[in-house]
């Protein structure tokens, strides 16, 4: 678009015109004619593209294109959908060529005779405008030969973001299924779930499978270690003429850890005190073993330690406290030998150890107390509490049974159990349930308190009041629970609320399939989950990729439970599938 200005004597009065007068007229005009924008107001779209049209089409035999077409309801955007296309079996590499809302996709390679090849575009393609994205994968099946393959598998992944995740499914047949690794194979079939984590893979030859949820990071097909979250089905199957399909495959994702965890920072804190600072957190059996040395880099000798410790609240921590003081500005090395992580990692030990300068200063802090996870006058605190108090350092034994007491609102002292859980932490469990509704008081006695270093306090009580749960404002969940597999492993069943704060959960565990009931569930909504403990550890095993190692059998109930508060939901039937 252009200005066409004539002579002035056609128009004598423009001569009149300053240089801003013409700015303002000629402006407006070339705003105009500026790129293409959407234009503004109305509803916002938020429908889903969609496949309207393919060549060939689906379910097509005795075709052996060189290309396939794919058409869209709208207009899409390309790079979204060539990251979106998975072709089975692998028919090479792949060339697109875009005219509106359809793309061409040729084939590199030559088809193979009598296979059925699918075409799998994943939820990942979003239109241009508002980036929506398709609701579902799609599949488009066709053959080289006369009959299209009926293999189906369907399934869901449980995860906080579900959509998105490829699922991976490898043929057995010919492979020795010890040595598939999904890290250095590419799948032989690939879809992607949608938004509620559901997936098919339709169109399979029939045969023995393996199949694993992949949350792909780099795009290449492959599982990564430590960057791909993972998830692994509780067994292999078999895709047979009798038994064409399998259905409610369900995952929830883990991420592999090999990585060997490493001193990140020691400091001194005081002229005894040692604080080692991991790179991750630390299985606290692990120090039952482990070996740690300090050693005068100076002299090269080694200090006698009086105690090492992990920080049970914060198991990345340890604490290490000498036999001798500390020196300024002597340097010191730390060695550490034996520990692992959560993930049984074993610390590597051909590292040279960490220095750091001593302290000459003295310890003058006396240590504090508090409650684990609570805060003083807490309500609603379950009617079987296991208190755990916690120092902020090592401290000498003491007695327990004298120095912590609790009691209730009336002074009388509540039974209950003492025990020590670490050199900074201790546990009281009453003896029995307490009842709702009522407070009570932990009193500790401090002057029965002297810290590794020697402070202590003198005269003085330390007092943490809490109030039971009122039962009033509580409802219970009863059911049973069923399984069509007759399975070894007792079953861990847990409801979760939705809507409360804080969270709160509650877990049973049966020895075997049967009827269930969760009580003093305060008032809200609640999912349930139950896992097969096929370990007998109380902790869902996720399984491994390579090598395989199956996951425990999982179920979730399919709607959300509502809890009121005296009032009890009976009948919930949980099925194991």
């Given at each position: 678009m252009y200005l066409n200005v004539t002579t002035r004597t056609m128009v004598p009065e423009l001569e009149n015109f300053s240089p801003l007068m013409w700015a303002a007229i000629i402006a407006p005009l070339f705003a105009g004619c500026a790129g293409q924008v959407a234009p503004g107001g109305g509803p916002r779209d938020t429908i889903p593209p969609a496949i309207v049209r393919t060549v060939p089409d689906s379910n097509a035999v005795r075709v052996k294109p060189d290309a396939i077409t794919l058409e869209f309801s709208k207009y899409v955007?390309?790079?979204?959908?060539?990251?979106?296309?998975?072709?089975?079996?692998?028919?090479?590499?792949?060339r697109y060529d875009w005219s509106g809302k359809a793309v061409t996709v040729a084939f590199s390679g030559k088809l193979r005779e009598n296979t059925t090849y699918v075409v799998s575009v994943g939820t990942d393609v979003a239109d241009v405008r508002e980036g929506n994205r398709m609701a579902s994968s799609f599949a488009l099946a066709f053959s080289t030969g006369d009959s299209i393959d009926r293999g189906f598998i369907n399934g869901r992944v449980f995860d906080e973001k579900p959509d998105g995740i490829l699922i991976f499914a490898y043929r057995l047949s010919g492979l020795l299924p010890d040595t598939l690794d999904p890290s250095r194979v590419k799948p032989d079939y690939v879809t992607q779930t949608g938004k509620d984590g559901t997936f098919s893979l339709s169109h399979l030859t029939f045969g023995p499978y393996r199949v694993f949820a992949v949350r792909d990071e780099y795009h290449n097909f492959l599982y990564d270690r430590q960057i791909d979250q993972y998830g692994v089905a509780p067994r292999d199957f078999i895709l047979s003429p009798g038994e064409p399909s399998v259905g409610d495959l369900w995952y929830r994702l883990s991420r592999e850890d090999t990585t060997r965890p490493f001193t990140a920072g020691v400091k001194a804190l005081d002229r005894n005190r040692i604080a080692v600072r991991f790179s991750e957190p630390l299985d606290s059996a692990s120090f039952t073993r482990s070996s740690f040395t300090v050693v005068d880099t100076l002299s090269r000798q080694a200090l006698p330690l009086r105690l090492v410790y992990l920080d049970r609240f914060q198991p990345s921590v340890a604490g290490v406290f000498t036999g001798v003081p500390l020196d300024s500005p002597r340097v010191y090395r730390l060695t550490v030998r034996g520990v692992?992580?959560?993930?049984?990692?074993?610390?590597?030990?051909?590292?040279?150890?960490?220095?750091?300068?001593?302290?000459?200063?003295?310890?003058?802090?006396?240590?504090?107390?508090?409650?684990?996870?609570?805060?003083?006058?807490?309500?609603?605190?379950?009617?079987?509490?296991?208190?755990?108090?916690?120092?902020?350092?090592?401290?000498?034994?003491?007695?327990?049974?004298?120095?912590?007491?609790?009691?209730?609102?009336?002074?009388?002292?509540?039974?209950?159990?003492?025990?020590?859980?670490?050199?900074?932490?201790?546990?009281?469990?009453?003896?029995?349930?307490?009842?709702?509704?009522?407070?009570?008081?932990?009193?500790?006695?401090?002057?029965?308190?002297?810290?590794?270093?020697?402070?202590?306090?003198?005269?003085?009580?330390?007092?943490?009041?809490?109030?039971?749960?009122?039962?009033?404002?509580?409802?219970?969940?009863?059911?049973?629970?069923?399984?069509?597999?007759?399975?070894?492993?007792?079953?861990?069943?847990?409801?979760?609320?939705?809507?409360?704060?804080?969270?709160?959960?509650?877990t049973v565990r049966l020895e075997s399939p049967g009827p269930f009931a969760l009580a003093e569930l305060p008032e809200g909504k609640y999912t349930i989950s139950a896992f097969r403990d096929s370990a007998g550890s109380a902790e869902y095993v996720f399984g491994l990729p390579a090598p395989f190692r199956p996951s425990d059998r999982f179920t979730v109930f399919r709607d959300t439970i509502r809890v009121r508060a005296r009032w009890g939901v009976e009948g919930v039937l949980v099925k194991f599938r």
């Amino acid at each position: 678009m252009y200005l066409n200005v004539t002579t002035r004597t056609m128009v004598p009065e423009l001569e009149n015109f300053s240089p801003l007068m013409w700015a303002a007229i000629i402006a407006p005009l070339f705003a105009g004619c500026a790129g293409q924008v959407a234009p503004g107001g109305g509803p916002r779209d938020t429908i889903p593209p969609a496949i309207v049209r393919t060549v060939p089409d689906s379910n097509a035999v005795r075709v052996k294109p060189d290309a396939i077409t794919l058409e869209f309801s709208k207009y899409v955007d390309r790079r979204t959908v060539e990251e979106s296309i998975f072709i089975s079996p692998y028919p090479g590499d792949l060339r697109y060529d875009w005219s509106g809302k359809a793309v061409t996709v040729a084939f590199s390679g030559k088809l193979r005779e009598n296979t059925t090849y699918v075409v799998s575009v994943g939820t990942d393609v979003a239109d241009v405008r508002e980036g929506n994205r398709m609701a579902s994968s799609f599949a488009l099946a066709f053959s080289t030969g006369d009959s299209i393959d009926r293999g189906f598998i369907n399934g869901r992944v449980f995860d906080e973001k579900p959509d998105g995740i490829l699922i991976f499914a490898y043929r057995l047949s010919g492979l020795l299924p010890d040595t598939l690794d999904p890290s250095r194979v590419k799948p032989d079939y690939v879809t992607q779930t949608g938004k509620d984590g559901t997936f098919s893979l339709s169109h399979l030859t029939f045969g023995p499978y393996r199949v694993f949820a992949v949350r792909d990071e780099y795009h290449n097909f492959l599982y990564d270690r430590q960057i791909d979250q993972y998830g692994v089905a509780p067994r292999d199957f078999i895709l047979s003429p009798g038994e064409p399909s399998v259905g409610d495959l369900w995952y929830r994702l883990s991420r592999e850890d090999t990585t060997r965890p490493f001193t990140a920072g020691v400091k001194a804190l005081d002229r005894n005190r040692i604080a080692v600072r991991f790179s991750e957190p630390l299985d606290s059996a692990s120090f039952t073993r482990s070996s740690f040395t300090v050693v005068d880099t100076l002299s090269r000798q080694a200090l006698p330690l009086r105690l090492v410790y992990l920080d049970r609240f914060q198991p990345s921590v340890a604490g290490v406290f000498t036999g001798v003081p500390l020196d300024s500005p002597r340097v010191y090395r730390l060695t550490v030998r034996g520990v692992s992580d959560l993930a049984g990692n074993l610390i590597d030990e051909t590292a040279p150890g960490e220095t750091f300068e001593g302290t000459l200063t003295p310890d003058t802090v006396r240590p504090s107390i508090g409650v684990r996870d609570m805060r003083d006058s807490t309500r609603s605190v379950a009617l079987a509490p296991v208190i755990e108090v916690r120092f902020s350092d090592p401290v000498l034994p003491f007695s327990l049974t004298r120095g912590a007491v609790l009691t209730d609102s009336t002074k009388k002292e509540v039974p209950a159990r003492a025990l020590w859980t670490g050199p900074a932490s201790f546990a009281l469990i009453p003896r029995g349930h307490l009842p709702a509704n009522a407070w009570f008081t932990l009193r500790v006695t401090m002057d029965s308190v002297r810290s590794l270093g020697g402070r202590t306090y003198r005269d003085s009580t330390f007092a943490f009041h809490f109030q039971t749960l009122d039962l009033r404002n509580t409802g219970s969940i009863s059911g049973n629970v069923q399984d069509v597999r007759d399975v070894k492993g007792g079953i861990v069943l847990t409801a979760s609320s939705i809507n409360i704060t804080p969270p709160h959960s509650s877990t049973v565990r049966l020895e075997s399939p049967g009827p269930f009931a969760l009580a003093e569930l305060p008032e809200g909504k609640y999912t349930i989950s139950a896992f097969r403990d096929s370990a007998g550890s109380a902790e869902y095993v996720f399984g491994l990729p390579a090598p395989f190692r199956p996951s425990d059998r999982f179920t979730v109930f399919r709607d959300t439970i509502r809890v009121r508060a005296r009032w009890g939901v009976e009948g919930v039937l949980v099925k194991f599938r």
